[in-house]
């Protein structure tokens, strides 16, 4: 099956810095590109759709200038926390579709702590 | 309202045993696709099995089977001879609208943990 990567696995930062998570899409081209995040002991939400290209599209409540998607190519989409605080550490997944199939590819995901 | 609905937060099944996870959803759409995913503690998110609103079978794969029952929107997970690594949080996602055109993302439910017990 297609497979998804994220880069790091888990990051720990300082309040106020900034951290970049990547999601790769390793033997197939994805035109877009989903975040979600996850806080312990709950589901996943949709924060941005990412498009190859265009401009991401941003859920409700979700700050399009704290949470920076650049989706530069077919195989990679970035996530970038600016400026983080405490309350983003989350668990964060970006899932990727591919070809005809109706799957979506999940990347194994990204836990960031924010001290 | 919510768009996926998982009722059982826990779940406990005897090894071997048969068990199913419950899912409900509401859509206005005709066209939607119904997921299952597993996610154990490593939080990686694994593709179980996926159900098309015209499907007129029900999916399986392998020991997961999905009942669809469209009338009643209900999509729920039977796992048949459960094992010790089925033990994890089990999540019902849904996509609405046509594959091509319609809204591509998934919203999930809150999830089910099962414990398959020795």
């Given at each position: 099956g297609a497979v998804v990567s994220q880069h790091p696995s888990w990051v720990i930062c300082k309040s106020g810095t900034s951290v970049k998570i990547e999601c790769r899409s390793l033997d197939f081209q994805a035109t877009t590109m989903f975040w979600y995040r996850q806080f312990p002991k709950q589901s996943l939400m949709l924060m941005a759709t990412s498009n190859e290209g265009s401009k991401a599209t941003y859920e409700q409540g979700v700050e399009k200038d704290k949470f920076l998607i650049n989706?530069?190519?077919?195989?990679l989409s970035t996530l970038t926390v600016t400026?983080?605080?405490?309350?983003?550490?989350s668990f964060y997944i970006c899932s990727a579709e591919g070809g005809q199939g109706y799957e979506q590819y999940f990347g194994p995901g990204t836990r960031l702590t924010v001290t | 309202a919510q768009k996926i609905t998982q009722t059982q937060p826990g779940m406990f099944v005897q090894e071997k045993e048969a068990v199913t996870l419950d899912c409900t959803y509401d859509t206005s759409d005709p066209s939607y696709g119904l997921f299952w995913y597993k996610q154990p503690s490593s939080g990686e998110m694994i593709f179980l099995i996926y159900q098309g609103s015209y499907d007129q079978q029900n999916a399986t794969e392998g020991r997961y089977s999905l009942n669809f029952q469209k009338a009643r929107k209900s999509a729920n997970l039977v796992i048949s001879a459960?094992?010790?690594?089925?033990s994890a949080m089990y999540f019902c996602a849904m996509r609405e609208g046509r594959?091509?055109?319609?809204?591509r993302a998934l919203t999930f439910g809150s999830g089910t943990r099962l414990q398959v017990q020795p």
């Open positions: 989706h530069a190519s077919l195989t400026s983080a605080h405490p309350e983003d550490s | 459960s094992q010790l690594g089925d594959r091509d055109t319609g809204r």
